[in-house]
């Protein structure tokens, strides 16, 4: 796909890696859909910047667990820029959802972004991809899709869900839409990691150190524009799954 002209709604794309992934595709020649829930301040600042290199950007307030919304939003993109060409379902709660317990509401929060968010978004944008005869969609995913961590198993079960939906939803909108994943691994810490943690992070990768969010957006290109590839996932963690069974 060239990226030039299209229009890509990315959830979530108001900071951290989601911001790096909204301003990689202005930088490619896209116009920017700058999907989020809180981040208003955040979310100006990105299209600021997004418009500064010349492309059309839209910030716009969504709580995309709730499809009344999704569909609002949706319709404002069409209404700006003409159709969704490109989607990227970045939106996640990380909060931790431990076992067993008497409440059931951040599992539910948890999960309603993850996967009900990443359906209705992509529920959404379908007809338009479909009309058009090409799309492409990006799920972001993470490695506790394959290896959960301890106390997050809302995060664990709905990036694993994540996967799955993305692997249904290429059988499903080919061969016009192209759907793939990407699994990113340390590359931003926490603003709350310490100098030790950072260290401990990296020694557990093959490559011993931190990637940046840039790492992430690179694949997220590469994979747009990569047209004979749909229902796969490109793992962006310096080897982090296996840095166990080497030195």
């Not at 159709?83 to 008497?102: E, H, M, Q, R, Y």
């Not at 972004?113 to 209705?120: F, L, M, N, P």
């Not at 394959?146 to 809302?154: E, G």
Request: charged share 15%; with cysteine; proline share 6%.
């Amino acid at each position: 796909m060239n990226l030039n002209g299209k229009t890509a709604l990315i959830t979530g794309g108001a900071h951290r890696v989601g911001r790096e992934i909204t301003l990689a595709l202005a930088a490619a020649g896209a116009n920017v859909v700058i999907n989020y829930n809180r981040s208003a301040d955040a979310a100006e600042e990105t299209a600021d910047a997004a418009r500064e290199v010349g492309v059309g950007a839209l910030p716009i307030q969504c709580d995309v667990a709730d499809a009344e919304q999704v569909g609002i939003m949706v319709a404002a993109a069409n209404a700006q820029f003409g159709g969704v060409d490109i989607l990227i379902n970045s939106a996640s709660l990380f909060k931790p959802t431990p076992l067993p317990t008497a409440d059931f509401s951040d599992w539910h929060r948890v999960f309603d972004i993850s996967v009900h968010g990443a359906w209705y978004c992509a529920n959404a944008v379908a007809p338009y991809m479909l009309e058009q005869g090409e799309g492409a969609i990006i799920n972001i995913v993470d490695g506790s899709a394959w290896q959960p961590y301890p106390n997050f198993a809302a995060h664990g079960v709905g990036k694993a869900a994540l996967m799955a939906l993305t692997r249904q939803l290429a059988l499903e909108l080919a061969p016009a839409v192209r759907v793939n994943a990407v699994s990113p691994g340390p590359v931003l810490p926490p603003p709350d990691f310490s100098e030790k943690e950072i260290a401990e992070v990296a020694a557990g990768t093959l490559l011993k150190r931190w990637g940046t969010p840039a790492d992430v957006s690179e694949a997220v290109l590469f994979l747009l524009r990569a047209s004979y590839i749909t229902a796969d996932v490109i793992m962006v963690d310096a080897g982090e799954q296996y840095a166990h069974r080497g030195n």
